[in-house]
Structures are given as structure tokens and as C-alpha cells.
């Protein structure tokens, strides 16, 4: 049984939507003529349209309705430094001042990867790429060509990207991999395939945390139970930290203290630019050396030092290790006194650190089966709720940490949360 509110509550609020953001409607429909919806990147339509930004400095978003947002989405985690931080803008003034597009090796990649291979245990060599889709493709391929297997297994409501996407029935954009798919958090859903598909399997790929999933943690002796697996039946394990790497300064995977054989990275990684990384033992990533290796890996823009440059920035002057453990810290801190004030609510937030999700229910969630999906008028409320409020999140209920937000901003998170309560708390019904 899940509960609702009266659907003529969330029509009004949805009502009061529209007539608040006229311009985002236009925008929207003038976009439509010449872009297939008015859109170009799925995950940010929603109806009855979607707002359109103007301007973003710090941790607020500017409207073309003349509204302003404290931003709790943070471009789904990749805006962890916020908008127009100076040091980054630094990076990429000075960048741009000498030269872009150099047709060549530059002095800046290797100074990135030395940084990525300081900060995070389980890498001896990288390679840059555009985003976090290319460099899951690449670790997949990668592992097939380490292990000279075939087959991938994956997770149910896993994301990996826009042709590597698990959540739902099986998709025409996905790349046509023989995939298997296990449960999240459980072990034995992966014995079963490994034994069932005996030397076929090249690789596991699996986040430490599901991010798009729904922020769903993996449970204790699960990501250890899959290393032991892998090797067991000869598979490569592969970490997924497109998301999860900003939750502790050596990614999920040193705090958790499970070693991967490969690691995809990504989002904050470019300062706010495009970016991907793969990353992982020496003798799997040899295969990439084009002195001797017999992986060809191409891309106009993947050493471009525009991400170079501000993923530098990033690293060594902003997000040190000292400023993870602090954002996380309260991100944990946060998502505690969000669950406090929905304590006699149907709903929680799952996650870890400065990455959370909204779930409208207050069973246990191991998996994404466990919460419900698609439209649901509860979360659908609290989405229009906190913009009323002033706060932007996303309407699948993910809310994201970035470094400029100050107590003051998160202290009236949970007051808008603690006014939702207030408003809407008696109007739930069994659905
Ligand atoms: C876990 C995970 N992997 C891969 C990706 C894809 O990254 P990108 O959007 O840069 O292609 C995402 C993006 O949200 C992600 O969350």
C-alpha cells in the first residue's frame, strides 16, 4: 500500500506552477519547433514543462521568470564546485588565453592523471574521455578484451549512461552488450549467472552506491562479496564511481575498502567541463598504449585542456581531501535531519554523503524495486513544493550537495521540508 495526497492538491500546485512561469512555457515551445520536444538531454523534461534557467552564480540558479533557486540539484552532481566558482573560472580564463584545440599531446593531461592516480587507490594509469557514458564503454570493452569473454552482468535499475541504462524495460538505445542482469544487494542473483554462463563473463560492472537508481547503499559484504566473486569465476570487477567518487576523497571504493580492477569516473571530475575517466590496473590499461597495446581509443576532445585545466583546479586547490570529508560530512549530517522532520511521514531519503534521494515510502529499500517509481503525486508534490520554497531539486527526488551552500541554505532545506509536513501531512490518503 502506498500513500497520496487528493490528486486536487497536486493539481493546484501544479496549477500555481504554471501560471508562476509563463517564460519557461514559451521558451519551452519555441525550443519544440526545432528540437523534438524543445529538448535535448532526456532527464530534465518533466510536465507540464520544465523550468529554463537563465544564469547560476555560487549555489543559485536564476529563472527566466526572474525566480531565484538555491540549487540542490548541482547538474546531478557534477556541479560540485556550484556555478562560476573563481578559482575554476581562473583556470579556464587562462586556459582559453593560450590556445585550445592544440592538435597535439598537452602539458596538462598528465598532470590530471597524475592527480586522479594520487587520489584514488585502485588506479595505476587513466584515460580521459568525454563523459561518464564513453568511459563505462570503454571499461567494458577494456574487460572484454583483457578476459576475451563476451558477457557483461549488470544491475537492475543500474545507470551507466545514456546507451547503458537499467532502470525499466530494456531500451533500443542501449549498445546491444550480452548483458545479464542481477539484483542489487544480492549476491547470490550474481553466483546464479556466473555459474550459469561458466567462462563467459568478462566483467561485473556495478556502482557502490545505485545513483540514479535512487541513492540506494550497498549493504554491508555485498561490494566484498562480488570482488570474491569475480575472482572466483575469473570476471574483472568494475566500480562505477561516475557518481559516487565526490563521497569520500578516494571515491566509495577506499571508503568502503573494496578494491576494483577498473573504475569509471566522471561528472566534477572536469571542473564543470565534460568529462570521463577510466581507470585501473596497470596490465588491463597496457592495453591502451599505442607502443604496444591493441586497444585504439579515440576522441577529438579527449585531452582537452579546458577540462584539463579545471579539473586541476578543482582537485588541487578546491575539492582537497580535507573538503570531502567535510561536504559529506554534512551531507550525512543533513539527510539525518531531513528523516527526522519526515519521521511520521511515508517517505525517507536514502544516500550517502552529499547525494540523496527522496523515496515515498518508509519501508526498507535495498534495491530499486523497493520504492516506487515512475510519476508518484507524493514526490511529484514535494518537487513543486520546494520550488514554491524556492529550492530546485529533482523531480525523481534526488537532492545534491555543492561546496558554496552554507548553513543558512541547508537550514532552510529542512525548514521547507518541515512546512511541507505542516501542510500536507493531513491530507494523505491509502492509495
Ligand atoms: C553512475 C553513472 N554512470 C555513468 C553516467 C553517465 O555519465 P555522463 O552523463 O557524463 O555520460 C552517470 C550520469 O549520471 C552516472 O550517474
Known amino acids: ?31 519544440a519547433r526545432v528540437m523534438p520536444g524543445g529538448n535535448t538531454r532526456s532527464v530534465l523534461f518533466y510536465e507540464p514543462f520544465p523550468l529554463v ?25 557534477a556541479a ?3 556555478h562560476s566558482h573563481p578559482v575554476i573560472t581562473h583556470a579556464l580564463t587562462k586556459a582559453m588565453a593560450n590556445g585550445l584545440n592544440l592538435s597535439a599531446h598537452n602539458e596538462l593531461e598528465a598532470r590530471l592523471a597524475t592527480l586522479i592516480v594520487e587520489r584514488f587507490g585502485c588506479i595505476e594509469q587513466t584515460r580521459f574521455t568525454n563523459s561518464g557514458t564513453e568511459a563505462n564503454l570503454l571499461a567494458l570493452a577494456a574487460a572484454k578484451a583483457y578476459t576475451g569473454r563476451e558477457a557483461i552482468i549488470a544491475f537492475n535499475g543500474g545507470y551507466h ?43 561485473i560492472l556495478v556502482e557502490p552506491m545505485l545513483g540514479a537508481g535512487g541513492c540506494i547503499c550497498a549493504e554491508d559484504g555485498f561490494l566484498e562479496g562480488l570482488r570474491a566473486l569475480s575472482q572466483a569465476y575469473g570476471a574483472l570487477l568494475i566500480f562505477d564511481e561516475v557518481m559516487t567518487s565526490r563521497l569520500a576523497p578516494g571515491g566509495l571504493q577506499e571508503k568502503l575498502g573494496v578494491t576494483p580492477d577498473l573504475m569509471t569516473l566522471g561528472k566534477y571530475l572536469g571542473g564543470g567541463m565534460p568529462c570521463g575517466m577510466l581507470g585501473g590496473r596497470r596490465d588491463i590499461m597496457a592495453q ?38 567535510r561536504l559529506n ?48 503525486s507524493l514526490r511529484d508534490l514535494f518537487f513543486f513544493h520546494l520550488l514554491e520554497c524556492g529550492i530546485y531539486s529533482a523531480r525523481r527526488g534526488l537532492l545534491v550537495l555543492s561546496l558554496p551552500l552554507t548553513e543558512r541554505e ?9 512546512s511541507f509536513v505542516d501542510r500536507y501531512g493531513g491530507v494523505l490518503t491509502a492509495d
Open 1 to 31: 500500500m502506498s500513500w497520496a495526497p487528493d490528486s486536487r492538491v497536486l493539481d493546484h500546485c501544479i496549477e500555481r506552477y504554471i501560471r508562476a512561469n509563463p517564460n519557461s512555457a514559451r521558451q519551452l515551445e519555441w525550443a
Open 53 to 77: 534557467m537563465s544564469a547560476g552564480k555560487g549555489c543559485f540558479l536564476d529563472d527566466v521568470d526572474g525566480h531565484c533557486y538555491i540549487d540542490f540539484l548541482a547538474e546531478y552532481t
Open 80 to 82: 560540485l564546485y556550484g
Open 161 to 203: 549512461g545514456g546507451v547503458l541504462s537499467f532502470a525499466g524495460p530494456a531500451t533500443k538505445m542501449n549498445v546491444p552488450h550480452r548483458m545479464h542482469m542481477a539484483d542489487y544487494n544480492d549476491l547470490c542473483s550474481v553466483e546464479r549467472l556466473l555459474a550459469e554462463h561458466p567462462g563467459e563473463c568478462a566483467a
Open 288 to 325: 591502451f598504449d599505442p607502443r604496444q597495446g591493441s586497444l585504439s581509443h579515440a576522441g577529438t576532445f579527449n585531452n582537452n585542456v579546458l577540462t584539463m585545466a579545471a579539473g586541476i583546479a578543482g582537485l588541487e586547490q578546491v575539492y582537497t581531501r580535507a573538503e570531502a570529508i
Open 329 to 376: 560530512a554534512r551531507g550525512d549530517l543533513l539527510r539525518g535531519q531531513l528523516n527526522e522532520v519526515l519521521a511520521h511521514m511515508p517517505m525517507q531519503f536514502t544516500g550517502q554523503g552529499s547525494v540523496m534521494n527522496l523515496h515515498p515510502t518508509a519501508l526498507p529499500i535495498r534495491r530499486p524495486a523497493d520504492s516506487p517509481t515512475d510519476r508518484n
Open 410 to 418: 541547508l537550514t532552510l532545506l529542512v525548514t521547507a521540508t518541515q
